[in-house]
């Protein structure tokens, strides 16, 4: 417990006489999209209270008899995109069955199928079986060809929904067969523009250059403009997508994780979900599209690294000292001191998880140093970087995280000063050295099989601080509109 104590008096020190703080550490600090707030829903509903369940609402059940011959099916009830065109299974549940096109929206609870019934669908109070009809795919066709060869794996398509990396895509050469039909995830999914929908389209149908994943590298046959696809039915919640980004990140969070907040389904197995992101900077430029291709989304893994981040100067205080000592200056700045033998080390100890290198980063540091100096910054395993600071000087340095063709990741940074003994140097915030993000949009995908009643249980997405300041630990347990979730911390 010395640490914690040693950070609770560090904490307190910079309180007005008459406050009393007491830390009780219950984790790392959650930036919160409180409960799904703003967003768009795709095939499913938003339930739940405290914590948001979404309901994957493309299943329900029969409310009378669907026979052999017949093409008439009335459900329950219907959601408002099982529309004409659409694919659709009928039977018990959701892999057995009929697959089927929609003709037709005889009413509101009754659907007319393309083709007749192979066999009977019974409505029995004493049966177990509960027979329904399934939403499986949403009509789209291709409105372009890329070049030949098809190696590339390009596609470009028309959709009835925005979609995102991570979706599925159903193609087959033979459409109409709709057993031919197979499962296609998109890596890349790139918004080209819109047009206006005629006949039983939607009013907006949008258009889009895709990348699919295929075993053999190759797309499984040369498409043709206008041949029939289908969008797989997934569940996803989407949050921002305005232009500019939507949910900012606070100044005082540096470098952090992005992940979403969430719980997996209540019932039945658990799904896979996929994450996205956009990154904005401070001008309303999208800074990811660049390094993904130009495409509209980045899908991320959890606990996503994002470095394009300041990492404020009172962050210092607690990484640990090696050689030499330290203090916080009045203006928040982070001061230290060589020892007599003119050396002060520190490091932030194991960087936990460890940091990636798969592109370069930098930062700009300003330095004053009371005499001159020489500085080495190491992101560990990469070499040192070394840098002559003048005495009494506003001066920056600029060190670097380069990519490592090996791709070991870096698992601490270590600081060292070598001048004057005894002598004093400030060290302020480091500023990113080029476009900082400063908000964010992002997007759940629940990519598994998800229907009828599933819950897939979300909070919302979680920026995660890499370093504490002395902001964050200020910060109170969020009550579902503070910032911060980061434990109780009594001011």
């Known amino acids: 417990m010395g640490r914690i104590n040693q950070i609770e008096e560090l904490v307190a020190g910079t309180l007005n006489d008459y406050s009393n703080l007491k830390l009780m550490v219950r984790g790392r600090p959650r930036y ?20 948001t369940a979404l309901t994957p609402d493309n299943r329900y059940p029969l409310a009378e008899s669907a026979f052999v011959a017949s093409n008439l099916i009335t459900l329950q009830s219907r959601p408002n995109w099982y529309q004409i065109e659409c694919l659709i299974r009928v039977g018990p549940d959701e892999q057995t069955g009929e697959l089927h096109i929609i003709q037709d929206l005889v009413d509101a609870t009754t659907i007319k199928t393309r083709e007749p019934l192979v066999q009977n669908y019974v409505v029995s109070d004493t049966s177990e079986i509960i027979n329904g009809v399934a939403l499986v795919g949403i009509p789209g066709s291709f409105f372009a060809m890329t070049a030949a060869p098809y190696d590339k794996k390009i596609l470009l398509i ?8 991570g979706d599925s895509l159903l193609l087959s050469p033979t459409p109409e067969v709709l057993d031919s039909l197979a499962q296609y995830p998109m890596t890349r999914c790139h ?22 994943k295929t075993d053999s590298n190759l797309i499984p046959f ?43 389904l209540l019932i039945n197995q658990q799904t896979n979900t996929v994450l996205g992101i956009k990154t904005w900077d401070g001008f309303g430029h999208q800074l990811n599209a660049s390094l993904t291709n130009n495409q509209e989304w980045q899908s991320i893994p959890s606990n996503y690294i994002l470095l394009e981040r300041p990492i404020r100067s009172d962050s210092f205080i607690f990484w640990q000292r090696i050689q030499g000592f330290f203090q916080l200056l009045k203006g928040g700045f982070f001061q230290a001191q060589l020892n007599s033998s003119g050396e002060f080390v520190m490091s932030s100890d194991l960087l936990v998880p460890k940091w990636g ?22 992101f560990e395993p990469q070499e040192r970087q070394y840098f002559d600071v003048p005495a009494s000087t506003l001066f920056f340095i600029r060190p670097k995280l380069f990519v490592d063709p090996n791709k070991r990741p870096i698992d601490r940074i270590v600081i060292g000063m070598k001048g004057s003994p005894d002598s004093r140097v400030e060290m302020r915030t480091w500023e990113y050295d080029g476009s900082a993000v400063l908000s964010l949009s992002y997007y759940l995908l629940g990519a598994g099989a998800t229907f009828g009643d599933d819950r897939w249980l979300a909070g919302g997405f979680c920026v995660k601080p890499l370093f504490y300041n002395l902001d964050v630990l200020k910060a109170k347990y969020s009550d579902g509109s503070s910032k911060y979730n980061a434990g109780y911390v009594y001011v």
């Open 32 to 51: 919160l999209d409180p409960q799904l707030n703003g967003g768009e829903v795709r095939f499913a509903n938003k339930r739940g209270f405290a914590f």
């Open 222 to 264: 040369p498409p043709k403009t206008g041949l029939r696809l289908y969008l797989s039915a997934k569940p996803m919640y989407q949050r921002g997508d305005f232009g500019v980004g939507d949910l900012k990140i606070d100044g005082n969070v540096g470098p952090c994780l992005l992940d979403a907040f969430y719980g997996g």
């Open 158 to 165: 028309e959709t009835w929904y925005k979609i995102v990396p």
């Open 191 to 212: 918004l080209i523009g819109t047009r206006v929908g005629s006949g039983i389209e939607p009013a907006v149908v949008y258009r889009y250059e895709v990348e699919i």
């Open 357 to 378: 290198s798969d592109r370069q980063h930098g930062w700009v540091i300003p330095i004053i140093s009371q005499a001159a100096l020489r500085i080495s910054v190491q």
